[in-house]
């Protein structure tokens, strides 16, 4: 392998080759960023949408391209294999292969306070918490679900590790009371093919968690956090074996950008807000978290005040994170000059940072959410925003063409069963999230509608495009 295939060239264009080793060559995305800058939608990618009937209930529940299809699954208030309810607010999700050949899934619940629903219990006073599923590839058949972890709180969104597990990510810092009995704002660990040993992985910092994707060379844990002036954070495990074994967290410090107005002249920090451009790159380096569990309750700084104290980078809520070929892949959902979001490249080999997307209307692409790269190099964005009122599923290819994959079309008729058991006939403005390849066969995506709560297998042509 040839230096420049290590450092990108190899991934479909994504990442541009250095010159002199100061600055990135112009990328596709480049003339992307001139045409979405006119408020074009860009690319047919499969072709246009239409209502597609699910297998399972029959009903025309996503608007898909032609020749594409989805079998739903795991509705909220179904009964588990284990005999336990589904629960509801579905959020997160990544896909796992053993050697059976059956896909395993993690599933986040992204609930707040109340009793939990299912055993390995962290808090009696908290709700949320994750379900796992079992999908058969070649028979197309979902096959059971059952409960792992209960007891904690906002669990919105997470990532895989190479434990073949699933970090789960707690989007709060609430402490004791209103029945809660643990504080909160952790990450807990999921195996694909069991249940959580409901440890806080504490040393990952306490905050506002969103996301997480671990980077396969170094086993470095890259942190997303939602807020509108959140910080991006690496772990460096002690044990990539243990994670609660601890380890070093740190946060993302910009030191060289094109546009010198967004740096603060008193600490140092770079504003990625506004201010910036498709192609963008920034150098960058690590300042310590001196505590990451921080005393909030008491008054002691937030991990985001101490990182942003030595110069630590402003992100406006950054939310989906996913790895690809040693690259990290990370979402600013409310960032850019139209607040509709931007999509960040993270080289963790190089410390380098790239503006690869920045939203420039709802009407193109409404605050992105979960983030997944495809086994075909493509980036599929699920949507929290919406336009018009229908939540959107896009394709970003690595040529610079941005596509609507899908749309969420989950109605009732007034007075029908579905429309009586989740109380409303019109969920198509409810987010989409927890999108997830099943990587070796590449024949299956998986996906969410958080409410009324279901899960999707969706498959298709998929070598007609990008995804």
């Given at each position: 392998?040839?230096?420049?295939?290590r450092k990108g060239l190899s991934r479909r264009g994504f990442l541009g080759a250095t010159v002199g080793g100061a600055a990135l060559a112009a990328s596709p995305f480049s003339l992307f960023g001139t045409r979405a800058a006119l408020g074009e939608h860009v690319g047919d990618g499969y072709g246009p949408l239409q209502p597609?009937?699910?297998?399972?209930?029959?009903?025309?529940?996503?608007?898909?391209?032609?020749?594409?299809?989805?079998?739903?699954?795991?509705?909220?208030?179904?009964?588990?294999?284990?005999?336990?309810?589904?629960?509801?607010?579905?959020?997160?999700?990544?896909?796992?292969?053993?050697?059976?050949?059956?896909?395993?899934?993690?599933?986040?619940?992204?609930?707040?306070?109340?009793?939990?629903?299912?055993?390995?219990?962290?808090?009696?006073?908290?709700?949320?918490?994750?379900?796992?599923?079992?999908?058969?590839?070649?028979?197309?058949?979902?096959?059971?679900?059952?409960?792992?972890?209960?007891?904690?709180?906002?669990?919105?969104?997470?990532?895989?590790?190479?434990?073949?597990?699933?970090?789960?990510?707690?989007?709060?810092?609430?402490?004791?009371?209103?029945?809660?009995?643990?504080?909160?704002?952790?990450?807990?660990?999921?195996?694909?093919?069991?249940?959580?040993?409901?440890?806080?992985?504490?040393?990952?910092?306490?905050?506002?968690?969103?996301?997480?994707?671990?980077?396969?060379?170094?086993?470095?844990?890259?942190?997303?956090?939602?807020?509108?002036?959140?910080?991006?954070?690496?772990?460096?495990?002690?044990?990539?074996?243990?994670?609660?074994?601890?380890?070093?967290?740190?946060?993302?410090?910009?030191?060289?950008?094109?546009?010198?107005?967004?740096?603060?002249?008193?600490?140092?920090?770079?504003?990625?807000?506004?201010?910036?451009?498709?192609?963008?790159?920034?150098?960058?380096?690590?300042?310590?978290?001196?505590?990451?569990?921080?005393?909030?309750?008491?008054?002691?700084?937030?991990?985001?005040?101490?990182?942003?104290?030595?110069?630590?980078?402003?992100?406006?809520?950054?939310?989906?994170?996913?790895?690809?070929d040693g690259l990290i892949y990370f979402i600013s959902t409310s960032g850019g000059e139209a607040n509709e979001g931007q999509v960040f490249e993270l080289d963790p080999a190089d410390d380098r940072l790239r503006l690869v997307y920045e939203s420039p209307s709802a009407e193109v692409l409404s605050n992105p959410d979960n983030?997944?790269v495809s086994p075909r190099g493509g980036i599929l964005l699920c949507e929290d925003g919406g336009f018009e009122g229908v939540q959107r599923l896009h394709g970003l290819s690595p040529d610079g063409e941005i596509f609507k994959f899908a749309e969420n079309n989950v109605t009732f008729a007034a007075g029908s069963p579905l429309?009586?058991?989740?109380?409303?006939?019109?969920?198509?403005?409810?987010?989409?999230?927890?999108?997830?390849?099943?990587?070796?066969?590449?024949?299956?995506?998986?996906?969410?509608?958080?409410?009324?709560?279901?899960?999707?297998?969706?498959?298709?042509?998929?070598?007609?495009?990008?995804?």
């Amino acid at each position: 392998m040839t230096d420049l295939q290590r450092k990108g060239l190899s991934r479909r264009g994504f990442l541009g080759a250095t010159v002199g080793g100061a600055a990135l060559a112009a990328s596709p995305f480049s003339l992307f960023g001139t045409r979405a800058a006119l408020g074009e939608h860009v690319g047919d990618g499969y072709g246009p949408l239409q209502p597609t009937l699910d297998e399972t209930t029959g009903l025309p529940l996503i608007k898909l391209p032609a020749g594409f299809s989805y079998i739903s699954y795991g509705w909220t208030g179904d009964p588990m294999s284990d005999g336990i309810p589904t629960p509801s607010s579905h959020d997160g999700m990544a896909a796992f292969r053993p050697r059976d050949g059956k896909v395993r899934l993690v599933r986040n619940h992204e609930k707040g306070n109340g009793a939990p629903f299912g055993p390995a219990v962290y808090d009696p006073g908290a709700a949320g918490g994750t379900t796992n599923l079992e999908f058969d590839p070649i028979a197309g058949q979902w096959l059971s679900s059952y409960a792992s972890l209960s007891g904690t709180i906002r669990n919105c969104a997470g990532g895989p590790t190479l434990r073949n597990s699933w970090l789960s990510c707690e989007e709060t810092t609430r402490g004791v009371g209103e029945g809660r009995t643990q504080l909160h704002g952790y990450n807990f660990e999921v195996p694909a093919d069991g249940v959580s040993n409901v440890v806080p992985l504490k040393a990952m910092g306490r905050f506002s968690h969103e996301a997480v994707a671990q980077d396969v060379s170094t086993g470095i844990i890259y942190e997303t956090e939602d807020t509108g002036d959140s910080a991006l954070y690496r772990f460096i495990p002690n044990s990539r074996q243990d994670f609660a074994a601890g380890g070093r967290l740190e946060a993302m410090k910009i030191t060289t950008a094109r546009n010198m107005a967004m740096f603060n002249p008193v600490t140092g920090s770079y504003d990625t807000r506004t201010g910036q451009q498709i192609d963008d790159v920034y150098d960058v380096e690590w300042v310590p978290v001196a505590e990451p569990d921080p005393d909030l309750d008491g008054g002691a700084p937030s991990t985001r005040a101490q990182a942003q104290a030595l110069g630590a980078a402003l992100i406006e809520r950054g939310e989906g994170a996913w790895e690809k070929d040693g690259l990290i892949y990370f979402i600013s959902t409310s960032g850019g000059e139209a607040n509709e979001g931007q999509v960040f490249e993270l080289d963790p080999a190089d410390d380098r940072l790239r503006l690869v997307y920045e939203s420039p209307s709802a009407e193109v692409l409404s605050n992105p959410d979960n983030i997944t790269v495809s086994p075909r190099g493509g980036i599929l964005l699920c949507e929290d925003g919406g336009f018009e009122g229908v939540q959107r599923l896009h394709g970003l290819s690595p040529d610079g063409e941005i596509f609507k994959f899908a749309e969420n079309n989950v109605t009732f008729a007034a007075g029908s069963p579905l429309a009586l058991r989740y109380g409303d006939t019109d969920f198509r403005d409810q987010e989409w999230c927890g999108g997830c390849f099943e990587t070796r066969a590449r024949r299956w995506l998986f996906v969410n509608i958080q409410t009324p709560g279901i899960t999707f297998a969706i498959t298709g042509p998929w070598q007609s495009s990008i995804l």
